[in-house]
């Protein structure tokens, strides 16, 4: 990961995070590690927590305490108990900035802030009723700002905005383009099928793989899929989408349409119930479901489950059997969660190098602005973006042209015509 490491040697000797108090709330990967150690080599006091129950690498999460002493809650299959415990952390820690891959942290602290106890998980309300009125109101009154790393996160922080109850400023890293356009394309679009192989070990050649979504992350599974021979088809509710989708040499059709014919369905909306009871009825007998959008109930599984008469846990590691009444069999895939994190590594660290810059430097961006920034949903400033751009570059050893002083005039004027 260059671009972080250079990031992480300028910010030892500048200090620009020195006395920030951070929570984040991501996935526990090797390359969240070297973010980590990116801010507290910029002088933050940071806590770590997952963002996904199956996510974490426990190795990396031990060594992150034992090698960096960074506190780090997270356990790979932690239950809804441990990982809201580990959201109680770190909100204790007191943060002053905050990062999110999913926007559980934030909305925890506005249902506090809201004093709106009874939305909160037991393990989070137990804590946060120990506070006084004033005190809740502290827990996002004092943050400066937090950081969004994906696109489920940045929709839930806009519905808040849009509510008027986001009681602070957010970053909408995910919105990058140095993020969406690489991590979500190229890094979903590989690690997906690579959780899928790793976790089933079928043959995608000329499957009926079923991709349902067709944003940045869509396109990225779609093409990979095709490019291992599957024959894909999309289901889409935007029209431009569907349009693209279509364009780009790909079936589409309605869910409903799309349930009877395909082999592997992998959803990546952001949406909820985007598969339920009716379409699981139509499915043939073998076919398999994950989800890659970020929360598991893209898939509707309470349906599932309440049809099948039987329901075998790990018919191999990450794999569900659910028997309906006739003898057909379905397969869930990691628990219907993230399966490039269920069953592999996640994204590529090349990818989550430009990612995890952006974060950092838009850490660097918000706490040197802290104050001045309305209680809205931001982007990642143009400059930051292009930076971190220029830097994978000349890590990737490519030049590139610059304008010349007349080209910058020339798009900078209106008199020049034909």
């Known amino acids: 990961m260059p671009v972080l490491r250079a990031i992480r040697e300028r910010f030892a000797r500048e200090k620009p995070l020195q006395g920030m108090r951070m929570s984040a709330c991501l996935h526990i990967t090797a390359e969240t590690a070297n973010l980590a150690r990116t801010l507290v080599a910029g002088g933050a006091d940071l806590l770590l927590c997952a963002s996904n129950p199956l996510s974490t690498q426990d190795d990396v999460a031990a060594a992150l305490v034992h090698e960096f002493g960074i506190p780090t809650f997270a356990i790979k299959g932690e239950d809804d108990v441990s990982y809201y415990r580990h959201i109680a952390a770190a909100l ?3 943060p002053n900035v905050t990062m999110d891959d999913g926007a559980d942290l934030v909305s925890a602290m506005i249902f506090i802030a809201l004093d709106r106890l009874d939305d909160l998980h037991p393990e989070v309300r137990s804590w946060a009723a120990t506070l006084s009125p004033a005190q809740r109101q502290q827990v996002a009154a004092r943050v400066c700002a937090s950081m969004e790393e994906t696109t489920t996160g940045v929709i839930r922080l806009r519905a808040m905005q849009n509510d008027g109850v986001l009681k602070l400023p957010v970053i909408a890293v995910n919105d990058a383009q140095t993020k969406h356009f690489f991590d979500n394309r190229y890094g979903t679009g590989q690690s997906t099928i690579d959780g899928i192989l790793r976790a089933t070990d079928i ?34 509710v935007d029209p431009i989408r569907a349009l693209e989708a279509a364009m780009d040499g790909f079936q589409v059709m309605p869910i409903a349409e799309a349930a009877p014919r395909g082999d592997l369905f992998i959803t990546v909306t952001g949406d909820i119930h985007v598969i339920r009871k009716e379409h699981f009825q139509l499915m043939k007998d073998g076919a398999m479901l994950c989800n890659s959008g970020h929360f598991n109930h893209e898939l509707a599984l309470d349906d599932l489950a309440a049809l099948a008469r039987s329901t075998t846990k790990d018919v191999k590691p990450f794999v569900d059997e659910f028997t309906l009444p006739d003898g057909r069999r379905l397969y869930v895939l990691g628990e219907g969660r993230l399966i490039n994190l269920a069953a592999a590594h996640g994204h590529p660290a090349s990818v989550m190098d430009m990612s995890f810059a952006a974060q950092a430097l838009a850490t660097e961006w918000a706490v040197r602005h802290k104050g001045t920034l309305e209680h809205k949903v931001h982007n990642v400033p143009k400059e930051v973006d292009e930076f971190v751009a220029r830097l994978k570059l000349q890590t990737m050893g490519i030049q590139i042209d610059t304008l010349t002083d007349e080209q910058a005039k020339y798009l900078q004027s209106w008199e020049l015509g034909t």
Do not use: P
Not at 211 to 236: D, F, Q, S
């Open 92 to 94: 204790q820690h007191q």
């Open 203 to 236: 043959l995608l050649a000329g499957r009926q793989v079923v991709v349902c979504g067709y944003g940045w992350c869509g396109k990225g599974v779609a093409l990979r899929a095709r490019g291992m021979g599957a024959h894909v088809i999309v289901t889409e």
